[in-house]
């Protein structure tokens, strides 16, 4: 692989259901983040994580959960989904904290019923 | 508050004109100002960067100018092409942020042969 990969590509999911979203890459970059994308609302940050072992909140945490065991995971977890957390979820990496650009997964569509 | 704001949810123009998109902040103080491009169903693409002390960067038919005073940047696609349509969205990372950046949320350019 090379890049960022993301999975599932799309999920439809039950409300109350927990669910994991998967994000690995292969650049070894340090830093990692997770945003979601919201029609009129734009990119918003969850999570992030600098290094393995850190993490940190971002703009909109609540109901996220993340974890950085290793350099290239960075799963996102939802405890307990709700309907509105239905939106285009993504990945992105960037070789430090501060580094000038961030480069993308191809992104995770969840459909919270 | 802070606020990024990009100047029109939509621009069409004549494939050979140039687009201007036009990104403004407010309170904020950027280190720097980022410029994705973001194509239906795929994740951002990095396309250019420009530093608060730089006035202007160019990558091929691509321009960026910053205006720290304006709190203001400019995006320029010279001599345009249909390949060009896309969502164009700007970026800025926050002195003391730790490196998060903030999205605005992006103007779709359509470019017609």
């Known amino acids: 692989i090379a890049g960022i990969t993301q999975a599932p590509t799309s999920q439809i999911l039950a409300a109350g259901r927990r669910m994991t979203l998967r994000c690995t890459q292969d650049m070894r970059h340090n830093a990692m983040y997770w945003y979601r994308q919201d029609l009129g609302l734009g990119l918003r940050l969850i999570h992030y994580?600098?290094?393995?072992?850190?993490?940190g909140k971002g703009e909109v945490p609540d109901g996220y959960s993340v974890s950085r065991a290793n350099t290239d995971d960075f799963p996102l977890t939802l405890a307990s989904a709700v309907p509105s957390q239905t939106s285009v979820y993504f990945c992105?990496?960037?070789?430090?904290?501060?580094?000038?650009?961030?480069?993308f997964g191809p992104g995770t569509r969840l459909t919270v019923l | 508050s802070q606020k990024i704001e990009q100047n029109s949810e939509a621009l069409n123009i004549q494939e050979g004109k140039t687009a201007t998109l036009t990104c403004n902040y407010t309170n904020y103080s950027p280190a720097y100002l980022q410029w994705y491009r973001q194509d239906p169903g795929r994740g951002p693409v990095f396309l250019l960067l420009i530093r608060e002390n730089e006035k202007e960067k160019r990558k091929e038919r691509l321009k960026v100018t910053f205006d720290t005073t304006l709190k203001q940047s400019l995006f320029h696609i010279t001599a345009s092409q249909p390949a060009d349509s896309a969502t164009y969205l700007c970026?800025?990372?926050?002195?003391?942020?730790?490196?998060?950046?903030?999205f605005g949320k992006g103007t779709k350019l359509s470019v017609k042969p």
């Open positions: 994580s600098n290094t393995a072992g850190t993490t």
């Open positions: 970026a800025l990372d926050i002195w003391g942020s730790q490196g998060n950046l903030i």
């Open positions: 992105a990496s960037s070789l430090d904290r501060g580094s000038d650009t961030q480069y």
